[in-house]
């Protein structure tokens, strides 16, 4: 199979006689409208996807996947399936995964271009994975004898074109408060400046640029495009499974580099948090093993910044377990050792801040837990009886 991309900045094609993929317009007729109508439709496009993904996997293991097409909610059902994960990672993994010929990548390119939201979550769950086994192999010393990757590309690419066009050519902004100003949350303490309410402009910051369409996977834009999708799992990031957070954990450890003693020194020797062995999570917890197996990367910042957004939300979320708060606080310690070692003051001040909130909040949760022992023990522990009090009244 042959990926190929079109030149006006539309989602990539394959160019695949078997599965060709035509967009016609159509008029919208009453039974599209009808709500029942439509969940029936993604209903059955969803059994649909998932009857075609058992059908690619061999040796009898597609049973716990084609299972799933029965459930009232089949894609939701597959992003929640521990076994099907394990089973689809597997193939992933494997070392001639990737390629142009690959029946799982086409079939994961050919999903997110279904439109169909939970479809488009399972794809964006096993991102993760797929972009930290491209970024790896590409990286990797002996890349040159590697086979083509275009199959992880086209992938990578559908995503990309996607968001270029939800962003329909806007970059993502974020207005920066002016605290001279006041609001419903404070008053400055400097007194309100009256001249600036007139002409006062909000200051504006480029939370990520406007993007331009891409036709391929070039060196000088791989980090932008693959930025683009973790930017994409961010928005969706709520919805993820733990062991695909445990993935992204684990590969940004291991992108960091060689394991450094001083991040687990920056708390002192006396509060060391969970040292995580080398980029791997052993989640025997949740039944998934997640090992990286990634190597050293560069980290620009339109690659680093989506990843520590969603490493904030993998330490900071309450909902979240303790395998993924660990995960996470390794991975944010070895990027802030890589940052240090590497001198930038950007990725520096950013990982040293989730460090300080990842230790505040263990220290938080340290001390509600010893205050709830504490409370727990004060009711069991036996008090001095009281004598029972005599009323006096007059007869």
């Given at each position: ?107 994961l ?32 010393s002996?890349?040159?004898?590697l ?72 060196s ?14 961010f ?11 445990l ?25 060391k ?24 990367i560069p ?97």
């Amino acid at each position: 199979m042959d990926f190929s991309v079109k030149p006006n900045g539309g989602s990539p094609s394959p160019s695949s006689s078997t599965t060709p993929h035509r967009f016609k317009p159509s008029a919208a007729t009453a039974s599209d409208r009808d709500p029942m109508h439509s969940w029936w439709e993604s209903v059955s496009k969803q059994r649909s996807r998932i009857l075609s993904l058992s059908s690619l996997l061999s040796g009898g293991d597609e049973a716990p996947i084609s299972s799933l097409a029965d459930s009232d909610r089949p894609a939701l059902s597959l992003l929640s399936s521990r076994p099907a994960y394990s089973l689809i990672s597997a193939s992933l993994r494997d070392p001639s995964s990737g390629s142009g010929s690959d029946p799982l990548c086409q079939w994961l390119y050919e999903t997110y271009l279904s439109s169909d939201q939970p479809l488009r979550l399972v794809v964006l769950s096993f991102l993760p994975l797929l972009a930290g086994t491209y970024l790896s192999r590409i990286h990797s010393s002996d890349s040159s004898s590697l086979p083509s990757l275009s199959g992880f590309e086209a992938v990578l690419l559908a995503i990309y074109a996607a968001e270029v066009k939800s962003r329909a050519g806007k970059g993502v902004l974020v207005h920066i408060p002016d605290l001279s100003q006041p609001s419903l949350y404070h008053t400055p303490r400097n007194g309100v400046d009256r001249s600036r309410d007139s002409n006062h402009v909000a200051s504006v910051g480029v939370l990520s640029p406007q993007l331009e369409p891409q036709v391929a996977v070039k060196s000088t834009k791989r980090a932008g495009i693959v930025g683009v999708g973790m930017q994409c799992y961010f928005k969706e990031v709520s919805q993820m499974p733990a062991w695909s957070k445990l993935e992204l954990c684990s590969f940004a450890g291991a992108w960091a580099g060689q394991d450094c003693d001083c991040k687990e020194k920056i708390d002192g020797e006396g509060d060391k948090v969970l040292a995580l062995t080398n980029g791997f999570v052993d989640s025997s917890s949740n039944g998934v093993g997640v090992g990286g197996g990634g190597v050293r990367i560069p980290l620009p910042w339109e690659l680093l910044q989506p990843i520590l957004r969603i490493l904030g939300h993998c330490l900071l979320s309450p909902l979240n377990s303790e395998d993924v708060k660990d995960a996470a606080s390794n991975a944010v310690r070895s990027l802030y050792a890589r940052a240090s070692h590497d001198l930038n003051p950007q990725a520096i001040l950013a990982t040293r801040s989730l460090v300080n909130l990842d230790a505040s909040a263990r220290a938080a949760a340290k001390t509600a837990s010893a205050e709830s022992v504490g409370g727990s023990s004060n009711v069991n522990t036996p008090s001095k009886s009281k004598k029972p009090e005599i009323l006096l009244s007059s007869k």
